[in-house]
C-alpha cells in the first residue's frame, strides 16, 4: 500500500480569483483561504518600506497587502501586526466597557456564555486582520520572493498537486505558515505514549508510538482523552467476535489504541475526506495486530459493535473553518447523534464511551442536565464514568481570558449502555 502524499482538497476550478493591476497589466490568481475568508476587496503591493503602523491601518481596513519584498521581512511585519492587535487599547470608555464585557465573570467566578462568543469574535477580527499580509504562489507553488521557504511540499500535502493549467495563487502570510507548520507535524508527528505504554489497559503494542497529522485535521496533542480510551474497562460480555467502532475518528488515533487491545476488529468512520486519508496512512504506519476498516460514513457503519467510541467536539458554536470542526459543534449535531444513534448500534452486553469535557458547561454553553437528559432520551444509562484533569497549556495560562474556565475543566469518558 503506498504512503498517500496529498489529502483531498477542492479543485482549483472551485476556487474564487483575486484581481489587481501590476506595472499596468491585468492580473489574476486563485484565492486559498482554509477558513473560508473571500478575497480582500482592495489589494495593494507592498514591500520592505512599508511601515507596520500604516500595514496596520490598512490591514484593519480590510486591504490587502499583496507582498513584493524580502520574505523574511513579511514575517517579521506579520509579527509586528500581531504585537499591535494584541496589545492592550488605550481605549475609549466604550471600548474599555466591551472588554469588560468580554471578559465579565459570573458570580462562581466563572466567564459567561456571552463572554466566550464575544471572545470568539475577538479571534474572528485578529485572524481577518493578521490574514491581509499576502503572498503569491507560481502554478508549481514556487514563492519568487528574496530568501523564501521551498515550500512546495507542504503546499501539495494542504491544498492537493499543483495543477500547472491554473496559473499563480495567492494565500495569507498565516496561512502559509501554518501549512509550514502542518507539514513539520506530519513529518515528525505526535508521540502518543498510550500506543506503547506498559502501564495501560492495552495488551499489545505498535511498533511505533507517533500519529501524523495530516493539513486540516486536528492534531491529538490532549493526550488526557487517548490515556482514557487506553485504560477504560472493556465489557464483560464478549461474542464470538469482538468488534469496535471509532465513531469520527480524525488521524485515527483512538481507532488504533482500540485495535491495541483485545477487540477482534475496528471500523473507524469520518465524514471528512482529508481525515480518512490521514487515519488509513496512520493504520497503515503503525502496522497494527488487529484489523481496521477506515471507512467515510455520516457517524455509524452499518452493524452492530460491542465498543463504539465517539469523541466529539466539545463546544456548541459554529466552526470557523473546516480545523476548527474538530472542537466546535454547531447546534451539538454529532454529539446528539451519537446519543441518538447509539443504542441502535450497541450489540447485546456493549458500551458506548463518550469522550466529552465539560468545559462547554463553565462557559454556560451546556448543562449537565441537559447532557444527562439527552442520554436518557436515547434510551441510554449511565454504566460509569472515569474522569482526569487536563494538563495542556492552556489549563493553566491565567492569561487566557478563558482561564477561570479552563481552571474547572475535567475530561471524562461516560461508559453508555442501552437500558
Request: aromatic share 6%; net charge positive; hydrophobic share 40%.
Amino acid at each position: 500500500m503506498p504512503t498517500p502524499q496529498a489529502t483531498p482538497t477542492l479543485s482549483d476550478s472551485m476556487l474564487p480569483t483575486l484581481h489587481w493591476t501590476e506595472e499596468k497589466q491585468l492580473r489574476t490568481a486563485l484565492w486559498r483561504s482554509e477558513r473560508g475568508a473571500a478575497p480582500p476587496k482592495r489589494l495593494v503591493l507592498a514591500d520592505d518600506t512599508l511601515s507596520a503602523d500604516s500595514a496596520y491601518r490598512q490591514a484593519c481596513e480590510g486591504t490587502g497587502l499583496l507582498w513584493r519584498g524580502d520574505f523574511q521581512n513579511a514575517r517579521l511585519l506579520l509579527q509586528a501586526l500581531t504585537r499591535r492587535i494584541d496589545k492592550p487599547p488605550k481605549a475609549s470608555k466604550t471600548a474599555k466597557m466591551g472588554r469588560k464585557k468580554a471578559l465579565a465573570q459570573t458570580e462562581t467566578g466563572v466567564p459567561s456564555g456571552e463572554a466566550f462568543h464575544l471572545y470568539r469574535q475577538a479571534k474572528a477580527q485578529r485572524a481577518r486582520v493578521l490574514g491581509m499580509v499576502l503572498i503569491e504562489f507560481g502554478a508549481d507553488y514556487a514563492i519568487a520572493l528574496r530568501r523564501a521557504p521551498d515550500a512546495k511540499q507542504a503546499c501539495v500535502e494542504a491544498w492537493g498537486p499543483a495543477e500547472e493549467s491554473s496559473g499563480p495563487s495567492v494565500a495569507s502570510l498565516r496561512e502559509l505558515m501554518g501549512v509550514i507548520s502542518a507539514h513539520e507535524w506530519r513529518k515528525k508527528g505526535v508521540e502518543i505514549p498510550a500506543l506503547t505504554s506498559a502501564g495501560s489497559a492495552i495488551a499489545k503494542a505498535a511498533p511505533n508510538n507517533r500519529i501524523y497529522p495530516h493539513y486540516g485535521v486536528f492534531s491529538p496533542v490532549r493526550g488526557e482523552y487517548v490515556d482514557l480510551v487506553a485504560k477504560a474497562p472493556l465489557p464483560k460480555k464478549r461474542p464470538a467476535k469482538f468488534v469496535a467502532f471509532d465513531i469520527g475518528t480524525g488521524t485515527g488515533v483512538l481507532a488504533a489504541v482500540l485495535a491495541l487491545r483485545e477487540v477482534d476488529q475496528v471500523v473507524a468512520t469520518d465524514q471528512d475526506e482529508r481525515a480518512l486519508a490521514c487515519a488509513k496512512e496512520n493504520i497503515y504506519k503503525l502496522r497494527l495486530p488487529n484489523p481496521v476498516k477506515v471507512m467515510q460514513a455520516d457517524l455509524f457503519p452499518e452493524g452492530l459493535a460491542s465498543v463504539i467510541v465517539c469523541n466529539p467536539p466539545w463546544l456548541p458554536a459554529r466552526p470557523g473553518s473546516p480545523l476548527e470542526g474538530a472542537v466546535y459543534d454547531e447546534g451539538s449535531r454529532m454529539l446528539l447523534g451519537f446519543i441518538k444513534g447509539l443504542a441502535a448500534h450497541l450489540a447485546p452486553g456493549g458500551e458506548g464511551w463518550l469522550i466529552l469535557s465539560d468545559f462547554a458547561e463553565h462557559l454556560g454553553l451546556r448543562t449537565r442536565d441537559e447532557l444527562l437528559a439527552a442520554i436518557a432520551g436515547g434510551g441510554l444509562k449511565v454504566l460509569g464514568r472515569m474522569d482526569v484533569k487536563p494538563e495542556h497549556p492552556k489549563a493553566v495560562d491565567a492569561s487566557n481570558p478563558l482561564a477561570e474556565a479552563r481552571a474547572k475543566e475535567v475530561t471524562s469518558l461516560w461508559r453508555l449502555g442501552a437500558v
